[in-house]
């Protein structure tokens, strides 16, 4: 029988819903026949086509036990957010309940299941029954939802437009999925890689309870490259009247055990979910993970907060030589610039080996390539360090073998007395001194001196 079966008549139903693969588009064809409760066709078959770009179509049906819904046409591709380039038909089971209207969703969780829930009921199942088992058996083994994900409502009452709940997430993940799979299958043919697909998993379904493995690897790799949220954008877009469930809720793309929503980094499996600057963005998958403004891949060390340009372990805040591993941070001449990058730092190498400077408070020398305390500076150094002049201290001018030396001495008020001597040896130790140094001039400007060490004189 066609047209619109038994308008008004006594023992119609006015049956509506939708075909959602996404939404069929407006004029899909829609079939229902009656069946018995061992869904054989009774003979009555009813048609009609989608009102609308959602996929709604509603038509009087007569009552019946079970019906059985076809849907065929074109569908909005949620993975590549347009239209088929060929035609669909997806099928379900309905069970009409005692009032005068039922609505019916068909999509792809009724298609695949159909074969199975007809064999169970063939083999003496009641129809609820077979359906139930049905459902939970291709959630279990699609790899869509999480382990022990249970929808909650039977699949011919889920909508992908119909507001985000787990049911609906669960039916727009299972079709995106499904659709990515086709596309990565068959680029250039996705609508007929995508009609084969779903045969082949319901034929699965039909005949063990359960996916083939090679099967659900192909759904696998289409999980972990879905774009969830280009999808979920590009569905409201095209469909700005409805709430468009959360794909997160449900998914799990880098196969940690938790579903994205709950996941600090949804596609890069995490299950310790730690998260050093607690962002929100977990660390194995945070660009920055300790937060200091330096990205990883330029961080020394991308986990500790204070220091990023040298690792040398000492906060950046107050590094004296940013960029240059420097943990001493030694600066020599005090001018607050390290010397691992200080241009006019004293040199210190395996050449310059045995050589003295002053620093601060201590003469310093240099062995083994680095500068280290040798003895405390106590008299005239550089200026500003330690310039005082305590009483018999002795200085002089070391200017090489054969050239005339000047000694001081420093006298009781604190004053250098200068005493030039050709006789004074190069070590310029004064034996010579008088004894009465208050006879030797006062020298008002002396050079900057460190003192004797040891039994020699060294120069600043």
């Not at 074969?115 to 199942?125: M, S, T």
């Not at 005239?380 to 001081?408: D, K, R, S």
């Not at 250098?416 to 006062?442: E, G, K, M, V």
Request: with cysteine; glycine share 10%; hydrophobic share 40%.
């Amino acid at each position: 029988m066609g047209g619109a079966g038994l308008p008004g008549g006594a023992g119609a139903v006015r049956l509506g819903g939708a075909v959602q693969k996404g939404p069929f588009i407006v004029g899909s064809t829609i079939r229902v026949a009656n069946l018995d409760l061992d869904t054989n066709p009774t003979g009555l078959v009813f048609t009609t086509t989608t009102r609308d770009d959602q996929g709604h179509f509603e038509l009087e049906v007569a009552t019946s036990d079970l019906v059985s819904i076809e849907g065929t046409g074109f569908y909005y591709n949620e993975v590549s957010a347009s239209l088929s380039g060929s035609a669909l038909t997806l099928r379900a089971f309905y069970e009409i309940g005692s009032g005068s209207a039922e609505d019916a969703f068909v999509n792809v969780i009724t298609h695949l299941t159909y074969d199975r829930v007809r064999l169970l009921v063939v083999q003496g199942a009641a129809y609820a029954a077979a359906r139930a088992q049905a459902e939970q058996e291709l959630i279990a083994s699609l790899g869509v939802a999480p382990p022990g994900f249970v929808a909650g409502l039977a699949a011919t009452q889920m909508d992908v437009l119909g507001g985000d709940s787990d049911a609906n997430a669960f039916l727009l993940a299972a079709s995106s999925v499904l659709a990515q799979a086709a596309q990565l299958q068959s680029p250039t043919a996705a609508d007929a890689a995508l009609q084969e697909l779903l045969n082949y998993i319901a034929l699965d379904l039909e005949q063990t309870g359960s996916v083939d493995p090679a099967r659900q690897a192909q759904l696998t790799a289409a999980l972990a490259v879905l774009d969830a949220p280009g999808i979920e954008a590009a569905f409201a877009a095209r469909f700005p009247s409805a709430t468009v469930p959360d794909l997160d809720r449900i998914l799990d793309q880098d196969a940690d055990g938790l579903v994205n929503l709950a996941d600090d980094c949804p596609t890069t499996a995490d299950p310790a979910q730690d998260d050093l600057d607690q962002d929100g963005l977990g660390d194995v998958c945070d660009p920055d993970r300790d937060g200091d403004g330096e990205p990883d891949i330029s961080d020394s060390l991308p986990s500790d907060p204070d220091e990023w340009t040298d690792a040398d372990g000492v906060n950046d805040a107050v590094d004296n030589c940013l960029g240059l591993p420097n943990a001493d941070q030694t600066d020599s001449d005090g001018d607050l610039v390290g010397d691992a990058c200080d241009p006019d730092a004293p040199t210190c190498s395996l050449a310059t080996e045995g050589n003295t400077q002053c620093n601060d408070q201590n003469l310093e020398i240099c062995s083994i390539g680095s500068w280290v305390t040798y003895v405390t500076c106590d008299f005239w150094c550089t200026a500003g360090a330690c310039n005082g002049c305590f009483p018999g201290h002795t200085f002089c001018n070391i200017q090489g073998t054969g050239i005339p030396v000047t000694a001081w001495k420093c006298d009781e008020d604190g004053q250098l007395r200068r005493f030039d001597s050709a006789s004074l040896s190069q070590t310029c130790l004064p034996p010579d001194f008088p004894a009465d140094i208050s006879n030797l001039p006062i020298d008002t400007s002396p050079p900057r001196w460190l003192g004797i060490l040891g039994s020699r004189w060294v120069e600043d």
